[in-house]
T-cell receptor
Framework: AQSVTQPDIHITVSEGASLELRCNYS??????LFWYVQSPGQGLQLLLK??????LVQGIKGFEAEFKRSQSSFNLRKPSVHWSDAAEYFC??????????FGGGTRVLVKP | DGGITQSPKYLFRKEGQNVTLSCEQN?????MYWYRQDPGQGLRLIYY???????QKGDIAEGYSVSREKKESFPLTVTSAQKNPTAFYLC??????????????FGPGTRLLVL
């Protein structure tokens, strides 16, 4: 069975600083990986996805993620955080059978 | 504009009452999903449907029921058997479930509270 772990429940970052959110997965075959963002009280918006090919994936809002098979990781990064990036971020894995499994989420707080 | 709509935004349930959450999409997607979100637990799959008049249980289907009479609609009923229904409910859709590369798109959610 597949699983996704986001080790950091909360992260606080200063505006303008860089951000990295960790995502580790467990799955025996090729994973299809996603990052979504959720603003308070809202639905989830897709930031980026990895299916195959280049392991560095560019997404919307200046985010990127790097797939590292050897580390079973798919970490999300942004070079310079804006106050509007304060939200909860979810990593997801889609496996055979099309089940989408989510991590527990990381809440990002941005300090002025 | 194409998208997924959920209504109502907030819903209150009395003890022993069944309530129905609406989900509508105009994306012409074949597959639709219902998730439950609780703080610190991410999203858990309740039910999903690949085509009209067909649906499957997800990880936490007990106390819930669904129907899929139309392609664009996938209502979720929270029955009185669901003892802890307070949560944020998210509906999603994708063009199909036949390919693992299909991306799911989410609605704005409904928050259910028990009185």
């Amino acid at each position: 069975a597949q699983s996704v772990t986001q080790p950091d429940i909360h992260i606080t970052v200063s505006e303008g600083a860089s951000l990295e959110l960790r995502c580790n997965y467990s799955y025996g075959a090729t994973p299809y990986l996603f990052w979504y963002v959720q603003s308070p009280g809202q639905g989830l918006q897709l930031l980026l996805k990895y299916f195959s090919g280049d392991t560095l994936v560019q997404g919307i809002k200046g985010f990127e993620a790097e797939f590292k098979r050897s580390q079973s990781s798919f970490n999300l990064r942004k070079p310079s955080v804006h106050w509007s990036d304060a939200a909860e971020y979810f990593c997801g894995l889609k496996a055979a059978g099309n089940k989408l499994t989510f991590g527990g989420g990381t809440r990002v707080l941005v300090k002025p | 504009d194409g998208g997924i709509t959920q209504s109502p935004k907030y819903l209150f349930r009395k003890e022993g009452q069944n309530v129905t959450l609406s989900c509508e999409q105009n994306l012409n997607h074949d597959a639709m999903y219902w998730y439950r979100q609780d703080p610190g637990q991410g999203l858990r799959l309740i039910y999903y449907s690949q085509i009209v008049n067909d649906f499957q249980k997800g990880d936490i289907a007990e106390g819930y029921s669904v129907s899929r009479e139309k392609k664009e609609s996938f209502p979720l009923t929270v029955t009185s058997a669901q003892k802890n229904p307070t949560a944020f409910y998210l509906c999603a859709s994708s063009s199909s479930t036949s390919g693992v590369q299909e991306t799911q798109y989410f609605g704005p959610g409904t928050r259910l509270l028990v009185l």
